[in-house]
């Protein structure tokens, strides 16, 4: 599977997003606090299309939060 940086500034993967977030981050700062990796505002000159980071980084931890409640529905449903 793919690991690509979603936070061009902090150099913050998508897989360290999803591992904050199993840990208990539920917003962008807690991400941040949690990988160390707090650097922000140079998306104009890191990412490669220019563009702010923000809305793919508030995307993946959407995501992340809904797999982490896929898996507690089936945990629980297994009694």
Not at 36 to 43: D, F, L, P, R, S
Request: hydrophobic share 35%.
């Amino acid at each position: 599977m793919e690991n690509p940086i979603i936070c061009y500034c902090a150099g913050i993967t998508r897989d360290e997003i999803r591992q904050a977030v199993m840990m208990g981050a539920r917003k962008e700062e807690e991400v941040r606090l949690i990988t160390g990796k707090t650097q922000q505002g140079h998306c104009q000159e890191k990412h490669p299309r220019g563009i702010c980071c923000k809305e793919e980084f508030h995307r993946e931890i959407t995501t992340a939060l809904r797999e982490l409640e896929a898996m507690a529905g089936l945990l629980s449903s297994w009694g």
